[in-house]
């Protein structure tokens, strides 16, 4: 069975697909423009409930609760919204409440449910479903569960981030970093380190958002020299004069 929300709902249903509107399961409407539609102990209680506790099962069964087994959840698209430069009232409006909340319930309930947040795993959660005759191993839940609450982080971050930036608060009592790998590094500052290159979504000038146009794959100090010489010529005025900067391990 099929349970989701008003625009997933319905884009379910003229897909052919039998589901149950969200309201249906909780008893109660979306309101205040879709605020709030997933908050609801029949949500929370279906993902939470542990089901081999005595109390948790007797709980469910006396409240109407029916277990959910997989959540798959996509955020708000905050970040593009606040890097769009729409008005603070829409880029708040834009901060998902009710996802993050039932991601971080589906993951901390791992042993009974699984919580998919990235459409890379479609194919990879629907290939392990049909070799396991329709369920998923634990190992496999854990790892989406650690995807899960790392995706959550990295939305908070950049929520935090941006208020910050907006109040202009130069120095928060909390600070935190986020952001998407985008390649695994051939070798780290060492050949026996290993490194990732991880990028936060920022369009702004500079390595992460530059192209390669040739050569084999860039190593942790290829990027790290390169950002470099780019942030050291950026610092000169290239309407005056041309600037060249010859870099080595960042010096």
Do not use: C
């Not at 950049?158 to 930036?165: H, M, P, T, V």
């Amino acid at each position: 069975e099929l349970v989701s929300t008003g625009g997933t709902a319905k884009a379910i249903a003229e897909a052919g697909l039998a589901v149950r509107d969200v309201s249906e399961l909780t008893g109660f409407p979306e309101i205040m423009d879709g605020r709030v539609k997933t908050l609801h102990p029949s949500v929370h209680g279906a993902l939470l409930g542990v089901r081999d506790d005595p109390e948790h099962a007797a709980a469910m069964r006396d409240h109407g609760i029916e277990p959910i087994d997989l959540v798959v959840s996509n955020l708000y698209p905050f970040e593009d919204v606040r890097r769009s430069g729409a008005a603070y009232a829409s880029i708040v409006e834009n901060i998902d409440i009710g996802g993050p909340a039932m991601i971080r319930a589906a993951a901390k309930n791992h042993a009974y449910v699984a919580i998919v947040t990235d459409p890379e795993d479609y194919a990879s959660v629907l290939n392990a479903l049909e070799m396991n005759f329709g369920s998923l191993s634990l190992d496999f839940r854990k790892k989406l569960a650690a995807k899960a609450f790392a995706r959550t982080a990295t939305y908070d971050a950049a929520i935090s981030g941006w208020f910050a930036e907006a109040l202009e608060i130069e120095h928060p009592t909390w600070r935190a970093f986020g952001g998407r790998l985008d390649q695994v590094m051939r070798y780290g500052e060492n050949p026996h380190q290993s490194a990732g290159f991880y990028v936060d979504g920022d369009k702004r000038p500079g390595v992460a958002t530059a192209r390669q146009l040739q050569g084999k794959q860039l190593s942790y100090n290829n990027i790290n020299d390169t950002d470099a010489a780019f942030e050291l010529v950026g610092e000169f005025d290239p309407a005056r004069s041309a600037t060249v900067a010859i870099i080595k391990h960042a010096n």
